[in-house]
């Protein structure tokens, strides 16, 4: 079994910071491409950012210059710093992640969303 859990959502005041984690654990063989979504109220979920296992990022455009994704292949774990965050950014953040276990084929795994608010 497999799980992506993440961490680091909260309120956060215009122009502030917040850095996202989502971790994978369980019988795991290879992560490959590891993704951050978001979804506003009464918006489709987005892509944001994704990163390959060797470390190539891409961004959303709306995000480009000021969020960062990482990745540490040991830990199984990917981060989405987040800087100069506006009201727009606001959004339920879900971490995907391409995943072959140990018995499985390559399946996508979601986490349970964190919640980012950014308001004064």
């Known amino acids: 079994q497999v799980q992506l859990v993440e961490s680091g959502g909260g309120l956060v005041q215009p122009g502030g910071s917040l850095r996202l984690s989502c971790a994978a654990s369980g019988s795991i063989w290879t992560v490959y491409t590891m993704r951050w979504y978001r979804q506003a109220p009464e918006k489709q979920r987005e892509l944001v950012a994704s990163i390959t296992s060797g470390g190539y990022a891409d961004y959303q455009d709306s995000v480009k210059g000021r969020f960062a994704i990482s990745r540490n292949n040991a830990k199984r774990t990917v981060y989405l710093q987040m800087n100069s965050l506006k009201p727009e950014d606001t959004a339920v953040y879900y971490c995907?992640?391409?995943?072959?276990?140990?018995?499985?084929?390559?399946?996508?795994?979601w986490g349970q969303g964190t919640q980012v608010t950014v308001s004064s």
């Open positions: 995907n992640a391409e995943i072959r276990g140990l018995v499985t084929s390559t399946v996508d795994y």
